[in-house]
């Protein structure tokens, strides 16, 4: 069997999960790691494997992981699609994506390559459940609930306030799709708390949840990468009510979040150029081996 | 928006859900009911519906749901198929329906028509989940915990043996995929109980799994058509062990088959003339509605 080449776009937290789901496919094969310092340092890890500091640098990629932070994926995306290479990112701002599905889409078709986007947990493989659920029971609410697990974007938010040196905002489930936030934040010298506590409860992020601040020593101590949903509806097939289903995952964060890229990437060989949401390929596009035995299998 | 018309063939316990199932979809109209008795006897709903005995009696059909008994799909889709109409079956016999697949895939793709397969909760949607576990966790074990809920192949095999009236076999969870079979016999005048007990078990349906058997004065009082399942998956995404997934649901067995059913056939028409499996589909060509919508409110 030919491997397929995938490169890992961006070198954060999810980007060093993504080397290791490549390393860990059977059909895929890590030409080279992107990464805006180029250097492998700190990173004993990327000893055997290309470090550059563009795409262009490497040369037979068929595919790339953008593992970049969610603002900069459009630029990446359009980028690597132009060049005829497939695309897989985690966009996650869910307002939004259908934009970005509509831009990439145009780029994609245009070179002969396939996006597809917000190929994470959630979005990812959570929209998967939530359209699964509703297929089974239209009517009726779904509700997604979060955690306990750090929240990126609401722990960006508390780092980038005056006073903070480091921060952790924890994602509590309330039931019923509600969460309080529980921040840990570590001062810098003399930052007064008060004024901290205050800026983040006005803050957007937190402004509609019920949210704690603390003070700690030592966020870095606080930090562990374990998330979890729990996904509940309860509904109506055809006539008959009270139809009840739930999902519930435990998992570490950038693991499952990398490994839904990978096996999405798998997916993009597999569509006709374009740009895609997880919820429009076939599931068994994302996995390796022969087709019917798969079906014999897992159907 | 023109509705799509849908003939029920089959009209046993899931067809009478199917009836409901396709009178509650905004984007499906019912055309008629194909029945062996060609009758509305003992069938009041269907006062206003046409019923007749075979699908070509029935114009202007674009889709047929098969809630015929699975040995019968063959044949029946493959009529349908041949007339252009696509079809959706709940066809339950895992180990052959690859098989049946590459047979209407032949048929589907002469006449222009489509057909999905095996378009129930298991398999079906289980087996959505099944693909998606294992995308998620490459590695490791998906445990598939059935009931407690009534079996209705078991059930059949029962009633089959001599000197049985009528019969119930329940499927009781054990955890990690194994199962216990509580089976509850009505007896015929005379016949004898410790005959019947051991011709259950040393059936093939019985044989491998514990089985208790019980006689009791009325079967029917016992029967409750829900039914429920617990998937379970502990696995390794890329290189990181103890990823957790639990799906959990409770439902009334043919509402939500045939409400499955109902789904499967609204993606018949997103397709390319062929067979398939509900995880070579787009999940999203299960729900009506615009697509852009649907992306905003559930990816």
């Known amino acids: 069997m030919k491997k397929r080449t995938v490169a890992v776009v961006g070198y954060g937290k999810v980007g ?3 080397v290791e789901a490549v390393q860990a496919s059977p059909d895929l094969e890590l030409v ?35 593992t970049v932070p969610t603002r900069m994926v459009p630029e990446y995306a359009k980028e690597c699609l132009s060049l005829g290479i497939n695309t897989v990112d985690s966009y996650d701002i869910h307002g939004e994506l259908v934009n970005l ?16 986007i917000s190929a994470g947990w959630d979005p990812g493989t959570d929209s998967l ?22 929240s990126m974007g609401h722990t960006v938010a508390v780092r980038a306030i005056p006073g903070v040196k ?3 905002s924890m994602t509590i489930p309330l039931g019923v799709g509600l969460h309080r936030r529980m921040v840990y934040v570590e001062l810098e010298e003399g930052a007064d708390f008060k004024a901290v506590e205050n800026a983040v409860l006005q803050d957007s992020y937190f402004v509609n949840d ?25 509904g109506v097939s055809g006539k008959t ?41 076939p599931v068994i596009d994302c996995l390796p081996g022969d087709r019917e035995e798969l079906l014999r299998r897992l159907v």
């Open 32 to 66: 080279g790691v992107v990464r805006r310092s180029g250097s492998r340092e700190h990173s004993p890890e990327l000893a055997s494997i290309p470090v550059v500091t563009g795409i262009r640098e490497l040369a037979g990629v068929e595919a790339a992981l953008l």
């Open 210 to 234: 019920e949210t704690h601040v603390r003070q700690v020593p030592d966020v870095n101590q606080l930090i562990d990468w374990g998330h979890g949903v729990l996904m509940e509806r309860k």
């Open 166 to 168: 480091d921060a952790l």
């Open 241 to 281: 009510h009270n139809q009840l289903f739930k999902y519930e995952m435990r998992i570490n964060n950038p693991a499952l979040t990398s490994q839904v890229m990978v096996s999405a990437l798998r997916a993009t060989f597999r569509q006709q150029p374009g740009a895609y949401t997880m919820v429009e390929v």
């Open 101 to 116: 599905r509509r831009e990439l889409d145009g780029v994609a078709k245009e070179n002969g390559s396939v996006a597809i």
């Open 16 to 18: 060093q999960f993504a």
């Open 129 to 150: 459940l939530r359209c699964m659920m509703e297929m089974m029971a239209p009517q009726g609410i779904t509700y997604t609930n979060f955690g306990p697990g750090m």
